[in-house]
């Protein structure tokens, strides 16, 4: 079966884009695919965190990624912590990847320009990223697109430790990047992707947020002047982005939805509703969910042992495709 692999920080609260890009695709992927998702909490400290903030967050994270319709049965949902083959073939990954590709990683750029201590691990993040996919011998990332560039570092990693090895050790892999949906822009200023990060509340629809939240929220989405309703994300990003969201919501092609507005008022309406239902049931989930802490624990505690019995056949393959001897 064709396994698919992906990853999710718990660095800030879910919002509609990682919805949206991502889990959708999870959700999906689980019925039809060898799946494997990945709680990468040792990527969330490559910033600073607060210790009881990311204990709290991860087991909410993961609270939620079921109550989206993540089901244990059926995928394997485990902490990047709890699988310590993740930092072990990282290293291998850094010994990989150049100085000078990594340099180039855009969200290394952006992030570092903003942060006031640049740590050694923000700059080798998608080394371990890398390494994250290629343990489980992946076929296809389900991501966003802003993981483009990570994704396809890992493909190079891959090939580059290949053909070193002269043999097919690791597993090529590939994105797949949602065709609507997969770069949702931040409600204030539409230049910006919706982020996690805490900066633009207002223009980020969070999982958790109540209904009246969201319809002030869409309301109050920046668009333009002109009143056109058109799918041009150049052009028209505000407009644009509340066409990806209803149409990712709803399963429906956004330039085709355009053609059913003449005024931003009702596509805003539209969205907003389409978006509260939505996201109804999984907060309905969500709150029985995450009262049952020993639950999660034990979701979390199984997942890792199935990942770690992959993980641990990739990296002693690994190990010795580089000459490293067996541990006794
Ligand atoms: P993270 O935690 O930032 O985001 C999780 C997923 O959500 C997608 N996403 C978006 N999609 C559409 N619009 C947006 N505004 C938006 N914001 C986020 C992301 O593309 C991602 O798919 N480095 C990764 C985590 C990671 C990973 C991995 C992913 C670590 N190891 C291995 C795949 C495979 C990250 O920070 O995602």
């Given at each position: ?46 910033l ?6 990311l ?13 989206c ?22 290293w ?26 640049i740590s050694a ?24 697109d802003d ?11 891959a ?12 597993v ?20 910006n992707?919706?982020s996690?990060s805490?900066?633009s509340p ?7 947020d109540d ?11 920046v ?12 052009a028209?990003?505000?407009?644009s ?13 956004p330039?085709?939805?355009a ?11 539209d969205?907003?509703e ?14 029985e969910?995450?009262?049952?802490t020993g639950t999660?624990?034990?979701?979390l505690?199984?997942g890792?042992a ?23």
């Amino acid at each position: 079966m064709v396994r698919s692999f992906s990853g999710i920080q718990p660095s800030g609260d879910l919002h509609l884009g990682n919805l949206l890009g991502a889990i959708t695709r999870w959700v999906q992927d689980q019925h039809t695919h060898d799946a494997v998702f990945c709680v990468v909490d040792l990527h969330a400290l490559t910033l600073p965190q607060d210790p009881a903030v990311l204990r709290e967050r991860t087991v909410s994270l993961t609270a939620l990624l079921v109550a989206c319709g993540l089901d244990p049965g059926a995928c394997t949902l485990f902490l990047q912590s709890h699988v310590p083959e993740h930092t072990r073939l990282a290293w291998l990954m850094e010994c990989t990847a150049s100085f000078g590709e990594l340099s180039r990683m855009t969200q290394f750029k952006d992030k570092s320009a903003r942060a006031e201590f640049i740590s050694a691990g923000l700059f080798t993040y998608p080394a371990l990223q890398a390494a994250d996919i290629l343990l489980y011998d992946t076929d296809v990332v389900p991501v966003g697109d802003d993981q483009r560039q990570h994704i396809e570092l890992a493909r190079d990693l891959a090939q580059r430790f290949n053909s070193r090895a002269g043999q097919d050790v690791l597993v090529v892999p590939k994105h797949v990047i949602p065709p609507v949906g997969a770069r949702i822009m931040d409600l204030q200023e539409p230049g910006n992707k919706m982020s996690k990060s805490l900066e633009s509340p207002q223009g980020t629809i969070l999982v958790l947020d109540d209904p009246k939240a969201i319809e002030k929220k869409i309301k109050r989405a920046v668009t333009d002047a002109d009143n056109e309703v058109r799918f041009d994300p150049e052009a028209k990003p505000g407009v644009s982005n509340l066409l990806s969201i209803l149409g990712a919501a709803t399963g429906r092609d956004p330039s085709a939805l355009a053609g059913e507005y003449d005024m931003y008022g009702p596509l805003k309406a539209d969205a907003a509703e389409a978006v509260v239902e939505l996201l109804a049931p999984i907060q309905a989930r969500y709150a029985e969910l995450v009262r049952d802490t020993g639950t999660i624990t034990s979701i979390l505690h199984t997942g890792a042992a199935k990942a770690r019995s992959v993980a641990s056949a990739t990296l002693a393959r690994v190990h010795d495709a580089v000459g490293l001897l067996p541990p006794g």
